[in-house]
């Protein structure tokens, strides 16, 4: 079996509101060296197959027509086998 | 004129548009559950708001995998007409039947509350009632209304005319160019966050959102 992780976060040049409050709420409890915040989400599958090329092409198709949104958001994954 | 209304598993304001429709605009309207694939007979499709799907990954994203988006996607290519309310926005925007997308609101808070737009395009399917400029007074109601597109994509929007609607005064999500509502460059899909169909009787503090529905009802009725 393979897993699957994929993480999913705004464009560099998309605003994001939640990064920025969490930014706000680290520097009010003290932590004054952070030059940005972003937050994302992280998605893991599991596959049912061991063909890594397959994956990877199946995992970027999902990405682009269900996962991402490429109008605002961009995608990395990563693959690893699983016993 | 019939109108169709889509219910998707999660729509909430499927009923009030129904109601509009039927009660005070006076015309043939039906639902439509989300997994029928046949538009025939209807001369207006309305995507309500609400939480399709719960809202997860995204809004409309997965609601936009719908077997009836497929009979919407058709039924806007043939020119009918198809109007997205808020989640039926977000839907439109997702299914790539309108441009750009949406974010939280800058404030992250959900905003329920009344706030005035104004008709900047008067010459659209669904807004010829409205004066040049006249403001409108209809609620909102979301979490995800900060529209954004990129910047070639909004000059684009502009020399197209396809900005219908932007808040007045203040902006109550953050979004580009105070975008309320926009229409397809074909002028037949209407996406806005606004609620006209929670404005449409006096009883309910504004009759404004009425104006959209007339709209589209003359609309029809002069095409035919």
Same mark, same amino acid.
């Given at each position: ?12 040049? &998309? &605003?994001?509101? =939640? ?25 893991? %599958?599991? %596959? #049912?197959?061991? =063909? ?16 991402? #949104? ?14 | ?24 605009? +006076? ?6 559950? @989300? ?31 719908? *077997?009836?988006? +497929?009979?919407? !996607? ?34 992250? @808070?959900?905003?329920? +509350? ?17 004066? *040049? ?8 109601? @979301? ?14 929007? +502009? ?13 109550? !999500?953050?979004?580009?160019? !105070? ?14 966050? *606004? @609620? *006209? ?28």
């Amino acid at each position: 079996m393979l897993k699957a992780e994929i993480h999913i976060t705004l464009k560099k040049t &998309v &605003v994001d509101p =939640q990064g920025l409050i969490i930014k706000h709420a680290l520097e009010s409890i003290g932590y004054k060296g952070l030059e940005e915040a972003r937050i994302g989400k992280m998605i893991t %599958l599991t %596959l #049912n197959y061991r =063909q890594k090329k397959r994956a990877e092409r199946e995992i970027r198709e999902m990405c682009k027509k269900l996962l991402a #949104n490429p109008i605002i958001e961009e995608y990395t994954f990563k693959l690893r086998e699983e016993k | 004129m019939k109108f169709g209304v889509v219910i998707f598993p999660g729509s909430n304001c499927d009923q009030d548009c129904f109601y509009v429709i039927k009660e005070v605009l +006076k015309q043939p309207v039906e639902y439509i559950w @989300h997994q029928s694939t046949d538009l025939a007979g209807f001369d207006a499709v309305i995507l309500p708001g609400g939480f399709s799907y719960g809202d997860y990954l995204r809004t409309g994203a997965v609601a936009r995998f719908s *077997p009836v988006m +497929k009979a919407v !996607n058709k039924f806007a290519a043939q020119g009918g007409l198809v109007i997205g309310i808020c989640n039926g926005f977000q839907i439109l925007l997702e299914a790539g039947l309108l441009p750009g997308a949406m974010l939280r609101n800058r404030n992250l @808070h959900f905003i329920c +509350k009344y706030v005035l737009v104004k008709a900047e395009n008067t010459e659209t399917a669904f807004s010829n009632l409205c004066r *040049p400029e006249q403001i409108l007074k209809i609620p909102i109601a @979301h979490n995800e209304g900060n529209y954004y597109i990129d910047d070639a994509g909004l000059q684009e929007l +502009k020399q197209n005319n396809q900005i219908v609607l932007r808040y007045y005064k203040f902006n109550p !999500n953050g979004s580009q160019d !105070n975008i309320a509502g926009i229409i397809n460059r074909e002028g037949n899909v209407l996406g806005m966050m *606004p @609620h *006209p169909e929670r404005s449409a009787e006096e009883a309910l503090g504004s009759r404004d959102g009425l104006l959209i529905f007339k709209s589209m009802l003359e609309y029809l009725q002069n095409k035919r």
